[in-house]
């Protein structure tokens, strides 16, 4: 069979394995004029530094200095959802957290995204923006005009291959028609990867689009910025997609059974960075936000929390926005005391958290109302649960309030929600608000042990109820050591090793902290008053939450008796004082 020469190109340019044998570093797909100057600037056809291609680092050797964006860990090859494994919408990573990388030449803002293969397929390649630090349905930064498709992202550009690049303004919607186009093939480029995850190259994809494009969209360079990388399996955006193949920088099988799940990992891992800055790189990985313990009430002068921080973590404490003081994480608690004056109705508290290494957590966490008035709590009997959903029957809760889940470490489940209690007090916890149905849907919850709270108007949260799901297997009663002082700064125990130890005060959460391997539990520091109850609960994961611990009541220290005076006679003493 003879091939005409033009045949010969083609099957050169389009088929991977005449790939195989290619120099790392070499441009096999180049844009055409005039991108081809951007994305090539001398133009010899290679991305690596010289023509010598990529031999130590595809980082280091570059000749667009690219850097990578922030992201929760190293991308597994093998874990798109729709899609072949370590194929061309598999992100996969060198070992340095670059499954996407940027640039920004002070014109353009260029992408680089590395891939286990390469194809002529049409497909498409995201970066979706956020551009004012706001996400989700729900919680501390929630986005005002957050849907169900889309949790908070304001731009994507996309590279869709075979047809362009476009960006698209979909804050608050689904994309529409782009807000700027740039057809056909002057905009992107395809190059070969030094790293070989698979057994086999890797390809960088690399797009670019002028900064003008976003300006028309009011972002300037000193916006600041959170990015989030995705492919998809049509040439489409992906918002509003429902095909997404791989979101970079995390493992798609545990961040969740839908894109809502995986975006709001991602985006809470970056720090907000402006474009100016993105070429020294977004900086550390965001800190996770820490937990306050319970409902906070007039009159108190400390607060509690805990945080899944190393200890040595810095806590701030924020009174209506104002710094009130800082708290350090010991054993996965810290409390800040002897705030003054004492709290009072109507104040808003917040806590920041900055892990050693990390950058600060966002400055609204965990946002808790002072308030005389709690909501009462769920009715227990008449909520039950699955993998697919928790349910309240008719009368389960306060219509209107607003029903949260926190899994046994005390972490808000987001479902990317806002779930309310309907007239009839019933109820209805899942991550598919269009199934209306306890059973069915997808699974939103693994199996083990929640705890189920409602908030009614300005009130504030209610304790808690425990349900159990696809588990019988109940964990162990905890133990306090005691005596327990008004002046101890610490409270311990024993419990199944490994299990989550709820410290109650009352019927408030005083911390959470983790049993370690022998079952030795201690929540550190405290702050505790003569009189004070204390109980403790524990639950192993993928066990219901034990009873609670037989209630201890906090002493007060009891100073020895000083004898005064001389007692040294031969007579017979009558008194001793």
């Known amino acids: 069979m003879i091939y005409h020469k033009s045949t010969l190109l083609r099957l050169f340019l389009f088929c991977p394995f005449f790939l195989l044998g290619q120099t790392p570093g070499i ?54 959802g729709p899609g072949p494994t370590c194929g061309f919408t598999d992100f996969v990573d060198s070992g340095n957290e670059d499954p996407a990388m940027v640039y920004y030449d002070g014109t353009n803002l260029l992408f680089r995204m590395r891939l286990g293969n390469a194809v002529p397929n049409a497909k498409g390649y995201s970066a979706l923006i956020d551009t004012d630090q706001l996400f989700g349905l729900t919680g501390y930064n929630a986005d005002p005009n957050a849907t169900v ?90 918002i509003c997609n429902g095909v997404i193949s791989d979101f970079a920088g995390i493992d798609d099988n545990l961040c969740g059974s839908n894109a809502w799940e995986c975006f709001t ?107 005389a008035v709690c909501t009462v709590p769920l009715i227990s009997g008449l909520v039950s649960g699955s993998v697919k959903a928790v349910c309240g029957s008719t009368g389960a809760g306060i219509p209107g309030a607003v029903v949260k889940i926190y899994n046994q470490y005390g972490a808000y489940v987001d479902n990317g929600l806002v779930i309310t209690v309907e007239p009839d007090g019933s109820f209805l916890w899942k991550c598919n608000a269009s199934t209306l149905n306890c059973s069915s849907g997808p699974n939103c919850l693994t199996d083990g042990a929640y705890y189920v709270t409602q908030t009614s108007g300005s009130e504030c949260e209610s304790d808690g109820i425990w349900i159990c799901i696809g588990t019988s297997v109940t964990t162990p ?67 219901c939450a034990s009873a609670r611990s037989t209630p201890i009541t906090v002493s007060g220290v009891i100073t020895p008796p000083v004898i005064t005076g001389s007692y040294c006679t031969a007579g017979i003493l009558t008194s001793v004082t």
């Open 265 to 371: 990992d991602i985006i809470s891992n970056f720090p907000p960075t402006p474009t100016v800055d993105l070429n020294n790189g977004p900086g550390p990985d965001m800190s996770v936000c820490p937990m306050i313990n319970g409902n906070l009430s007039a009159g108190a002068t400390s607060v509690s929390g805990t945080s899944g921080h190393a200890n040595g973590t810095l806590i701030k404490v924020f009174k209506n926005a104002a710094l009130i003081g800082t708290a350090t994480v010991i054993s996965g608690a810290w409390t800040l005391s002897g705030i003054s004056p004492a709290l009072a109705v109507g104040d808003i508290i917040t806590a920041t958290a900055t892990a050693p290494g990390n950058s600060e957590s966002f400055s609204a966490c965990n946002v808790t109302p002072v308030s």
């Open 477 to 543: 009663v905890p133990t306090i050591n005691t005596p327990v002082y008004n002046t101890s700064t610490s409270i311990s125990g024993t419990a199944s090793p490994t299990a989550a130890v709820w410290v109650w005060s009352g019927n408030s959460v005083l911390g959470i902290v983790t049993a370690d391997g022998l079952g030795i539990w201690t929540l550190s520091p405290v702050s505790l008053s003569i009189g004070q109850t204390l109980s403790a609960q524990a639950i192993v994961i993928l066990q």
């Open 27 to 80: 441009v096999f797909e180049p844009a055409i004029a005039p991108g081809n100057a951007v994305l090539d600037p001398n133009a010899d056809g290679y991305v690596s530094a010289t023509l010598s291609g990529f031999s130590a680092s595809d980082l280091l050797e570059s000749e667009i200095p690219y850097v990578p964006l922030a992201f929760a860990g190293n991308e597994p090859p093998s874990d798109p």
């Open 149 to 238: 498709d889309n949790p908070g992202f304001e731009i994507e550009v996309c590279l869709l291959t075979n047809f362009g690049v476009f960006v698209y303004n979909i804050d608050g919607t689904c994309p529409g028609p782009p807000s700027a186009s740039f057809a056909g093939h002057t905009n992107y480029q395809k190059s070969v990867a030094l790293t070989a995850n698979c057994g086999d190259a890797d390809y960088f994809y690399e797009f670019y689009i002028p900064f003008s494009a976003l300006a028309a969209l009011g972002i300037t360079p000193l916006t600041p910025l959170r990015i989030a990388i995705a492919s998809t399996m049509n040439p489409q955006p992906a």
